[in-house]
């Protein structure tokens, strides 16, 4: 059995890809939005490449705000032409403001934006526990410190978030189906296609890291890097772990793909020794397989900790900042 040193970090050189991830990631709050479409800083969702009256509205107010022409300009007729003179460039503004609410396309499931740009896009996969605002916080945090870095809290098919229900079945309860595995890849698809990336980055906690763990095998390609926390990695050892039989007969297993992932795709499997829940042994073997076929394939084996979110979350992001760009 190959041993795995616990380590804080990967080293830099260890890991060529780049993007990076905000503070939060899954709900729209408090803004409108369309069936199936997520929001993009604090705009109501709109189609790809469509406007709506309320989205240009809402920047007319912004600019107008910023811009100020009409405090300015006072009351005297000279001051509103000199103010009217300024209106090409507000109008560009407004338009350049409606822009920046364009919605990603996310397939048939539903998602948060954080962030613009497509240098990197990261997108982050919640657990079974459903959406979170933990997954939402760090999105945000990462979103706001990478320029250029589009983060989407994904709402994982079957689950409700809230803002809507992504489709799929077996919300939380043997869930890992090819019918959901296969919506996940193909909303991970659609955002590639729209966004186009310089690199997709996905990052998936518990049950997110066994729908990740099994996709990026069954549909290769889609996604440069995959960090998988706390994973299941063999489904069939882990229920036994958990209820002491195979109850969940349904649900795609990462380790009967893990030979199948290219090597384009960097995997950094961290597991926490404190974690009664997904034992290491589960990632430890998914990573063997997948280093025994070829591909580019990590094991980072932490000291302590639990299964829930927060206790992966530093070390997620340890990773995460070595490979944004």
Known sequence: MTEYPPNDQLRASSIRCGHKVDDRGDHCR????????????????VRANRFRLTDILAGV??????????????????????AYGKMPVFSFAI????????????????????????????????????????????????????????????????????????????????????????????????????????????IGHSGGAAQLGTVIGSSPGIVDVAILAGC???????????????????????????ENIPASTLVVAIANAG???????????????AQKAGARAQMVAKRGGGHGWRHYERSVDAVLRQTLR
């Not at 409108?32 to 929001?39: D, W, Y």
């Not at 299941?232 to 893990?258: D, L, M, T, Y």
């Not at 974690?275 to 397989?289: K, L």
Request: glycine share 12%.
């Open 95 to 202: 338009l350049f403001s409606v822009q920046a609410s364009h919605a990603l396309d996310f397939g048939q499931l539903n998602g948060f934006v954080q962030g613009q740009g497509n240098e990197n896009l990261v997108v982050i996969l919640h657990g079974d526990g459903g959406p979170d605002d933990a997954y939402d916080s760090y999105a945000k945090r990462v979103a706001k410190s990478k320029p250029n870095t589009t983060v989407v809290s994904l709402t994982r098919p079957g689950f409700n978030g809230k803002h809507g229900r992504s489709r799929g079945e077996n919300p939380g309860k043997d869930h890992y189906t090819r019918g959901n595995n296969a919506l996940l890849a193909g909303s991970l698809a659609a955002m590639r296609k729209d966004l186009r990336p310089g690199r997709l980055i996905v």
């Open 232 to 258: 299941p990695c063999n489904v069939p050892q882990w229920r036994i772990h958990r209820r002491g039989e195979n109850n969940w007969k349904q649900s795609q297993s990462p380790h009967q793909f893990a």
């Open 30 to 45: 408090r803004q409108p939005h369309l069936p199936g479409r997520g929001c993009t800083d604090g705009f109501a969702v």
């Open 61 to 82: 107010r912004r600019v107008w705000s910023q811009a100020s022409l009409f405090q300015t300009a006072g009351r005297t007729w000279a001051g509103r032409f000199r």
């Open 275 to 289: 974690d009664s829940n997904t034992p290491q042994r589960f990632a430890q073997e998914y990573i063997a397989i």
